[in-house]
């Protein structure tokens, strides 16, 4: 297993985009399992790029009979990454009254990517989970977006804190997104993206391909 690397890491803010212009598309038009806790008036979040439906297509038809994919989020504007990214920076803050700017910076990444490189903001990520065939959510540990503070870091994909069961079950996720060509965002089993930066750092990629990008 690679050691992790945050998305406040200079090296990802590093990686250049050489945007490649795909659109956006909307998840619900292609028979997902998606679910309604993120959804918004415009429907931002069930879009992701064309590129990424694709290979989440792909992990779909990965997994054993019985088991299916629950989309929770994909895109989400820049001005709500920051407003995630801020409140969760200032709830830190809050918490740990001797820590630098460059700490709380830090630390609030392991949970929001700092907006300036934000995957869900390119339609690069998502954030899915399991379901069995009748659409029930299956147990991965801990809820989708636990912070690491709530879930005493069982969040992170490879916490030793969660039981059998659940560890078997983020297994996997993790295999048949990764196999369709995603990298996980090992502070979060649920996060995965494509193309951004964070992927190009991960697999040595010259530059990413989807950088900021606004809903149509
Ligand atoms: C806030 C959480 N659901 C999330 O999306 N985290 C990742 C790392 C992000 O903000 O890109």
New binding site residues.
Partial sequence: MSSLVL?SDPQVAAIPVRECGEPLVDVRDHSFRVDPRKQDPLGAFAHVREGVLARLEHARSLLPAGTDLLF??GY?PLAL?QR??TE?RDELAAAHHGWTAEQLYQAA?????PPEI????AGA?V?VTLADQDGHELDLGTR??A?PEESDGACFTHAPNVSDRARHHRMLLLNAMENAGFTN?R??F??F?VADR?DALMRQEPHARYGPIELP
């Fill in positions: 998305m929770i989020e989400r990454q995630y990214f969760y990444s392991r949970y929001v990517s934000a995957p869900h903001s990520a954030d989708v977006n912070s965002y502070t979060e649920w996060h993206s964070y």
